[in-house]
C-alpha cells in the first residue's frame, strides 16, 4: 500500500477530539523530539486559545483532513522545551513559507487485532 501524506499546512488548524469526539481544540504546531526519534514527529501541540495541550504521537488513533481522533486522554499542559523543534515556530523563521508546505509521511500499521496503530509521522 502506498504511503499517504500529510503536508504541515494541511495538518494545522486540524480539530481534535477526544474518546466522545468532542472537539478538544486544533493543532497550533507539531514538534520533533530528537531524543525520542530524529525524524517522527513526536508531539502535537493543541490548544484554543491560550492554553496548550502536549499530544504524544501515541495518542493518537486516527488522523485525516476532518481531524485528529485520540486515543487516550492522559493530556499534559504544553510547556517550552530546549529539547523539542517547533515546525511552525522554530522551522519557519530560517525557511521560507513556501518551503513550509514539507512532506510529512503517514503510515498505519495494522496489529492482529481489528484496531490500527497510531500514525507515524517522519518529516522528509
Not at 504546531?29 to 499530544?55: C, E, I, K, N, T
Amino acid at each position: 500500500m502506498a504511503e499517504a501524506f500529510l503536508y504541515f499546512t494541511e495538518l494545522l488548524n486540524l480539530p481534535v477530539y477526544d474518546l466522545k469526539h468532542r472537539r478538544i481544540g486544533r493543532v497550533r504546531d507539531a514538534a520533533l523530539v530528537p531524543l525520542v526519534h530524529q525524524s517522527r514527529v513526536d508531539r502535537f501541540l493543541v490548544g484554543a486559545g491560550s492554553s496548550w495541550l502536549s499530544v504524544r504521537y501515541d495518542q493518537i488513533s486516527a488522523i485525516s483532513l476532518d481531524g485528529i481522533q485520540l486515543s487516550d486522554e492522559k493530556l499534559f499542559p504544553y510547556h517550552s522545551d530546549e529539547y523539542m523543534l517547533r515546525m511552525g515556530r522554530d522551522c519557519s523563521t530560517s525557511r521560507s513559507s513556501t518551503s513550509m508546505a514539507a512532506r510529512w509521511s503517514v503510515s498505519t500499521m495494522s496489529h492482529s487485532t481489528s484496531s490500527a496503530a497510531p500514525a507515524s509521522i517522519r518529516f522528509s
